[in-house]
């Protein structure tokens, strides 16, 4: 008997013994359950998705509104924002000191 027999005889027979318990009975008050009132339903399955609709909504556009953007369509874009540069923009930023200096700007080598 080859082990590729052999592997798929247990893998059958495997299916077979963890498919016994699928046979059992069904659990109490699973076969007749209580009637869901419309209005609960309506409000489970639409008002939750609705609210959190609304939180996300407001997570998103309260932080701008609370900083004075505008957030209407067509308004005119925000200034460009520098985060973690220096407070006075680029006034701030050292300068070369010399012809060898390498601050002030981009440089690569190749």
């Keep these: 008997m080859s082990i590729l027999t052999l592997t ?3 893998s059958v027979l495997g299916a077979v013994l963890l498919a016994g ?7 109490l008050g699973w076969s007749d359950p209580q009637d869901v009132d419309v209005v609960f339903a309506v409000l489970v399955l639409g008002g939750v998705p609705l609210l959190l609709f609304v939180l996300i ?3 998103v556009y309260l932080p701008s509104l609370a900083r004075g953007e ?6 005119s874009p925000m200034a460009a924002q520098w985060l973690g540069g220096p407070r006075r923009g680029t006034a701030a930023l050292a300068g070369p000191d010399g012809d060898q200096s390498s601050a002030g700007g981009a440089r690569g080598r190749w």
Excluded: K
């Design 21 to 27: 318990p699928a046979s059992a009975d069904v659990p």
């Design 57 to 59: 909504g407001l997570a």
């Design 70 to 75: 505008r957030i209407a369509p067509g308004a």
């Design 8 to 10: 798929g005889l247990v």
